[in-house]
């Protein structure tokens, strides 16, 4: 079956300019994730869903981060006014349900901010 | 607050022979702890995962590790690697909550 799908695989943008990284997760997981991979370093946590509402936002790093997920499936994380520290590889994954279940990992969208 | 350590950011090993990535974490409470695997241009894959029971954990691909409460580790072993075996591999610890938190990773890289 189809797996995490992330659009789009590449981003590149200015400093200042408003960007969306789009999540799509396996069919019936209500479990997702947002992680940054910066060079060199492991994924960072940044957001959990479990269905619509973000039951966990405490890794996004400022308010300049946001991410929806309004019908429980599709997951837009949105970044205002970037900035060069800003550029990094953003993953998706999504699980079944609970801490138990395994996440599945997307490809992930490498953002570069200019 | 939860840390995980991966004492060596790359290792080279020779094919045939075993390896062991090492890893160890902090935590006050009791933790769920997992190995997973990146291969260059594709999605982090789960290897194994320590939830309770056994501490000798079984993953795919003939990876297992071991969970050591007193020294706080969870080393990731390979008796026998193959040059398909080259990858990047990432230790991670989730405690109650649904946070995980990653290690910097060990890259693996097999010779012929």
Redesign the interface.
Same mark, same amino acid.
């Given at each position: 079956g189809a797996?995490?799908s992330q659009t789009p695989s590449n981003k590149v943008t200015e400093k200042g300019k408003y960007v969306e990284l789009r999540c799509d997760p396996i069919s019936g997981h209500t479990?997702l994730?947002w992680?940054r991979q910066s060079l060199?370093?492991? *994924?960072?946590?940044l957001i /959990?869903f479990?269905g619509t509402g973000a039951?966990?936002d405490?890794?996004l790093p400022n308010d300049r981060f946001f991410a929806v997920r309004p019908e429980g499936s599709v997951s837009t994380l949105k970044i205002q006014r970037t900035e060069r520290g800003d550029s990094a590889v953003y993953?998706c994954?999504s699980s079944l349900n609970g801490? /138990?279940n395994?996440?599945?990992?997307? *490809?992930?969208t490498r953002l570069t901010v200019l | 607050a939860q840390s995980v350590t991966q004492l060596d950011s790359q290792v080279p090993v020779f094919e045939e022979a075993p390896v062991e990535l090492r890893c160890n974490y902090s935590s006050s409470v009791s933790v769920y702890l997992f190995w997973y695997v990146q291969y260059p241009n594709q999605g982090l894959q789960l290897l194994l995962k320590y939830l309770s029971g056994s501490t000798l954990v079984k993953g795919i691909n003939g990876f297992e590790a071991e969970f050591n409460k007193s020294q706080t580790s969870f080393h990731l072993r390979k008796p026998s690697v193959h040059i398909s075996d080259t990858a990047e591999y990432f230790c991670a610890v989730r405690t109650g909550g649904f946070k995980t938190i990653f290690g910097a990773g060990t890259r693996l890289f097999v010779k012929a």
């Open positions: 797996g995490v479990a994730y992680y060199g370093q492991g *994924p960072e946590f /959990y479990q039951a966990d405490s890794g993953l994954a801490v /138990y395994e996440q599945f990992f997307g *490809p992930g | -």
